[in-house]
Each structure stands twice: as C-alpha cells, then as structure tokens.
C-alpha cells in the first residue's frame, strides 16, 4: 500500500478518498488517477494547526446587550436634542409675542398722543368730556387735503369671554355742527350700547383691566367730572392743561401692572406729550 505524499503528513486524519484528493489522486474505477499537486495546500493546513494549537478563536460581533445598551443611549441623545430644540423654539415664540404686544401698546399709547394734539376747538361744541366710561373729543384730520373735523371716542368694554379690552372709535370726517352731534351723540351710544352700525368704526387695541383720567387744572391733578364747567361758547377752556391716563393691564403681557401716561396741552408745553 502507498503511503500518501509528505505534504498530506501535515493534515489531521482523513478519510482515505480526502486523503486521495488532497494529495492529487483520485480513484474511479479501481485506477489511480495523476494529479498535479496543491501548491497552497500545506502551507494552509500549517497555518490552521498553529492556530488551533495557540487557542486562538475567530473575531466575534456585538452581543445583544451591547445592541440594547447602544439603542439606549441614541435614543437618550435623540430626547435631549428633540427637547433642546423645543425650547429654543418655544422661547423664540414667547419673545416674538411679547415684542408684538410691546408694539400694540406703543401704537396704543402714541394713537392717544396724536388725538390729544389734534384737539379741535369748535365754537358751540363739545372738545372734550369723560363722563366715566367713555372720553370723547373733537380733533382735526390728518388727511391731505383736510376733509372735516372728526369725533373720537375711546371706553373700555368686555368681550364676549368677559376679557376687558381697550377700544377706539372714530365718526367719518364732519363738516357741519348737524354732522357732528350726531357723532357726537353715536359716539355715547357706542360706548354703551353698541349696534352693527358703531361697531363698524371701532378699533380693538389691547386687553385692559382697568383705566382712570384726570384733569389738571390750577395747579393740581382733579376728576373731570369734578372740574368747573367750561363757560358758554368758549370751547377752548375745556380743554385742560393737561391730561393724566391710568391703565392697568392684565398679567401675562408683556408689560403688566399700572401703566401712567400724562399728556401736556401743546399751548402750555411746547408741543411736547
């Protein structure tokens, strides 16, 4: 009997057919086919002894609770980011809102300036009167070219969900003393009993707990509706030397709290408010 090639000597034990086929012969038929030996043979079967005689073991993936560990801290990262991103998006709204409602209430508050200096002194009318609810006045338009005097009126009201709001009103451009009692008289009923018809000129400007106005007259602060009556005829001595607005508006505003506003009589302070 043959003894296979030295170059099968390194192999562990085989059949004899692998024994065969590794060493280049194969047997059909009862013959003994010539092959050309495996070059790389040897050389791979020293290689796998050394390494299972050194112990050595094939590299190994992750193990299921490294995965979960892994998944566990992405989806920690994502709640923090997703979060982060939240509250910059919230804190950019809530300064967007409160930069707007700062903006209403300087818009508000410049709107009352301007109507006080536009006052309009009108021989047998009315230029100005608080009755406690509703101040109205007479001012000259801004239009170009100048269309008429105009009756402006200014109340607080609730809503519908019971909300205090500032409001303002203003009657189109008069021309006649006719045209002006009846806005002057459509002004009182706005403020009191509105229709469609009033509520067709009102403005809403800005939520509103409360409001008061004083009048300064001889030197001191007073209730207008404790001043002394304006003469006969003479409508520019009911408009006084100046003009004193407290608002207190709600919390969750930008601004809150009681706000005071005092206006001059342009005669008396050089134009300024």
Known sequence: MEHPPEAL?????????????AGGRRQRGGATLARRPLAWAAPVAQASRRRLSSGGTAPRGFTLI?????????????????????????????????????????????????????????ANTTPLDWDGQVLRLTRRSSAVPDEGALVVAWTRRNNNQGVGQWLRWQ????????????????????ARTPGDAERRYEVTL??????????????????????????????????????????????GLA??????RDWVNPVLGGGRT
Do not use: K
Request: with cysteine; proline share 8%.
């Open 9 to 21: 000597r390194a192999f562990p034990p085989l059949s004899h057919c692998c024994a065969m086929r």
């Open 66 to 122: 490294e995965l979960l560990v892994a998944i566990s801290v992405m989806a920690l990262i994502a709640i923090l980011s997703w979060r982060g991103l939240d509250g910059m998006v919230r804190a950019q709204e809530s300064t967007r809102q409160r930069a707007d409602e700062m903006l209403v209430l300087q818009a508000a508050l410049g709107q009352w300036g301007t109507d006080l200096d536009a006052l309009m002194p009108v």
């Open 171 to 190: 009657s189109p451009p008069v021309r006649t003393r006719a045209d002006w009692r009846q806005a002057w008289e459509q002004a009182a009923q706005w």
């Open 206 to 251: 800005l939520p509103l707990d409360n409001w008061q106005i004083f009048y300064y007259r001889g030197g001191a602060w007073s209730n207008p509706q404790s001043s002394t009556g304006t003469p006969t005829g003479d409508s520019t001595s009911a408009i006084p030397d100046g003009i004193r607005l407290q608002i207190t508006l709600p919390p």
């Open 255 to 260: 601004l809150t709290g009681q706000l005071t």
